[in-house]
């Protein structure tokens, strides 16, 4: 049949919503990064540390058991882990520092393995996400479509923010589930609540900015390997910049130069979440509590990271926008 006889054809296919329309290029993101081998390597590691932590909190939900003699092997070993102040009173009365152990916990996994697991895997899946489109024009396709300057951007975040979820906030929840299922009785839940509230906003800290900034990154090249070098630049002259600052005379107790390191702002905010330092007021501060709370602590404003990390996250939003609509400026 000539196509001139065919005539008008209604479109009879499913229709999605305007809202959804960012789902399509997260997913498809999603699956072309999952093609990595070291990312896929990579994710599996973010997973290691639970041959640890879960063997404390095993640890931790056996001397909490009322059943389990206060002399056997399990006090042991928690008292080699967590000091035995601090394990006669876990004994002795659970409800009262449970939280305060699983801030701990969580501190200890989050501000540091998970920091430097997010900043390899957005180094490895952030940087092509923008910069093979500007390569390929693959734009002038993306806008073809009824699919807007906000929709794009949401879509390529969506990539990052996943995959950085699979070595932030995956791993943590389910350590945090492993010590429900290890704790004596579901009571647990209640008291290590705030503590799992933490687990998430500390992720969303450390997964929202990283990925914005990447994608920032990525957007201002063509070259993926240049934006992750820019990366790598970020994460580890920051650094740098504040301990030379630090040693500055008149600087050294400025509340600010700290913020030059995206990676310490980061964990900064995630210190200033999990509070371990207020959640232990009300247990004794031993030597050896001391001695394990030291790196779990901050002198810097939790609040001022916070504010620092929402503005950088503005930033790249509004950045984004405007490159990814240059391409189609003439």
């Known amino acids: ?67 389990t003699d206060s002399d056997g092997l399990f006090y042991e070993i928690a008292s080699e882990l967590l000091g035995r102040h601090l394990i006669a009173q876990l004994h002795d009365d659970p409800t009262m520092i449970r939280t305060a152990v699983w801030a701990m916990v969580f501190a200890s996994f989050g501000a540091f393995f998970q920091l430097l697991m997010a900043g390899l895997v957005a180094a490895i899946a952030g940087p092509p996400l923008v910069a093979n489109d500007l390569r390929s024009r693959a734009f002038l396709i993306y806008f073809s479509r009824p699919v807007s300057r906000l929709d794009y951007v949401i879509g390529k975040t969506g990539v990052l923010v996943a995959i950085l979820a699979l070595v932030t906030l995956l791993p943590s929840l389910t350590l945090y589930a492993l010590s429900i299922l290890f704790s004596p009785s579901l009571e647990t839940i209640a008291q290590t609540a705030p503590v799992a509230g933490s687990i998430v906003l500390a992720s969303l800290g450390t997964i929202v900015p990283a990925a914005l900034v990447v994608l920032v990154l990525s957007s201002l090249t063509r070259q993926p390997r240049f934006a992750a070098v820019a990366w790598f630049v970020i994460c580890l002259f920051g650094p ?91």
């Open 240 to 330: 740098m910049a504040h301990m030379i600052l630090q040693e500055t005379r008149g600087l050294k107790d400025s509340g600010w130069t700290f913020l030059l390191s995206l990676p310490h702002t980061v964990r900064t905010l995630q210190l200033g979440l999990y509070d371990v330092e207020g959640r232990i007021d009300s247990v004794a501060f031993s030597g050896d509590l001391r001695e394990i709370v030291h790196g779990l602590t901050t002198t810097d404003s939790p609040v001022r990271a916070a504010v620092w990390l929402g503005m950088i996250s503005i930033a790249c939003v509004l950045i984004l926008l405007r490159r990814v609509d240059a391409p189609t400026r003439i």
């Open 1 to 67: 049949m000539p196509l001139f006889e065919i005539g008008y054809r209604r479109y009879e296919g499913e229709r999605t919503s305007h809202a959804a329309r960012w789902w399509p290029i997260t997913r498809t993101g999603m699956a072309i990064a999952w093609r990595s081998k070291l990312l896929r390597r990579l994710v599996f590691v973010s997973f290691l540390p639970f041959l640890y932590f879960g063997w404390v909190f095993f640890v931790i939900g056996r001397i909490t058991d009322p059943g």
